[in-house]
């Protein structure tokens, strides 16, 4: 028998991360390879919560989250951008900032569509711009600097063009996009009329006095932008699954149309507990976990480099892309399993985040673990010897 099946379905595999993940498993040794945030849940994140199911509030919540959710997003995003936000018409709330981005691509953009990422790229975004049968066109960024210019985006633009993809901080590199890049993108989506499709997952992860900046910052991105994040990270709550989108509200409302089809809601008594994490913690809780995550960021960096493997030292977000240049192996996955196997240590191999050969020889490790896993990961990965 031979039924008939989809071509998504070739589109879509088990993706580097979790694949590294199961590995790392089976052989026992530390997990870098996926970004879990090893800090604890902030306690009046968890109270919250608590209380929210003893008060009952455990049913279907609207489809775009809690009113008081999206009161306190709207607050916080107008106090990050300076940009007034209107809580009723403006923010969608679902199932992780992924899941605010899939509905975002089945609500704005069609089959055929052509979208901007820059590569290094995070391989979710790929995966859902092609299982809706939208085409990625990828603009190179190079390291140290993973820079871009005007002319290169201008070149990848085509009649079929429909939006960019910005994310900064950057996953895997770390990259913190400067107000002149922003710019640069924001131009030519107005000139052209493209959406833009932000993903600000570690907008708090910020290092060496780099500042986080949206599109939305600049003249006339308003209309323009679809900004997405979430409270995976910051609060180390990854399985929560409470992201949101912030846009005009004629994108807003089909968005949210495609959330209710697809996810109904978000966990009605977890938006609670964010709502007290945004109402509760300060500057100074964003702050310290920025403070933490620097110390952390450089003590890996520095096991990578007395290890030989040439770590790319990121502005933002908590991973590392390092050169394995050295491991033996003939492309990233085969220098990411041996080095597994030589130090117990795992990470992603880099062709997980380039559409060609360019990722062969990196690997990206993360850093979001507490600071004994972290210790032993940097003392092993320090004495790596071929």
């Not at 209107?86 to 992780?96: L, N």
């Not at 820079?147 to 429909?162: C, F, L, N, W």
């Not at 399985?239 to 089809?261: F, M, P, S, T």
Request: net charge negative.
């Amino acid at each position: 028998m031979h039924l008939h099946v989809s071509k998504r379905q070739g589109l879509i595999s088990q993706s580097e991360i979790r694949a590294m993940t199961s590995e790392c498993a089976r052989l026992g040794g530390i997990n870098l390879a996926q970004g879990v945030c090893d800090l604890e849940v902030p306690v009046e994140v968890r109270e919250g919560a608590h209380k929210a199911i003893e008060d009952g509030i455990n049913v279907y919540t609207r489809y775009d989250g809690l009113p008081a959710l999206r009161q306190a997003i709207a607050r916080k995003h107008e106090a990050q951008t300076g940009t007034p936000v209107d809580p009723e018409t403006q923010i969608v709330v679902s199932s992780g900032s992924t899941g605010i981005f899939h509905c975002a691509v089945l609500a704005l953009l069609d089959p055929g569509d052509e979208v901007i990422v820059f590569e290094p790229f995070y391989s979710y975004h790929i995966a859902t711009l092609q299982a809706a049968g939208v085409t990625p066109v990828f603009v190179r960024m190079e390291p140290p600097r993973w820079g871009i210019t005007p002319e290169e985006i201008e070149r990848a633009v085509s009649p079929r063009t429909r939006a960019i993809i910005l994310n900064t901080p950057a996953n895997p590199s770390g990259k913190v996009f400067s107000l002149e890049e922003i710019e640069a993108v924001a131009g030519i989506a107005r000139d052209r009329n493209l959406f833009v499709f932000t993903d600000e997952m570690y907008e708090h992860f910020v290092y060496d006095g780099v500042q986080h900046l949206s599109p939305v910052v600049v003249e006339g991105m308003a209309e323009h932008t679809i900004t997405t994040s979430g409270f995976s990270k910051i609060f180390s709550i990854t399985g929560w699954r409470i992201g949101y989108c912030v846009c005009n509200e004629k994108w807003a409302q089909a968005i949210g149309h495609l959330n209710d089809l697809i996810y109904v809601c978000a966990p009605a008594p977890l938006q609670m507990g964010v709502v007290s994490g945004l109402n509760s913690l300060g500057r100074g809780y964003y702050d310290s976990v920025a403070g933490q995550y620097e110390r952390k960021r450089d003590r890996i960096c520095e096991a990578l480099s007395s290890a030989g493997l040439k770590p790319h030292i990121p502005q933002g977000a908590y991973y590392v892309l390092a050169d394995m240049s050295i491991v033996p192996g003939s492309g990233a996955r085969e220098r990411a399993l041996e080095f597994l196997r030589a130090t117990g240590v795992a990470s992603v191999p880099g062709s997980a985040f380039y559409h060609d050969h360019a990722g062969d020889h990196l690997s990206r490790f993360c850093f979001a673990k507490d600071d004994a896993v972290l210790d032993e990961a940097c003392r092993k990965i320090a004495g790596y010897r071929i």
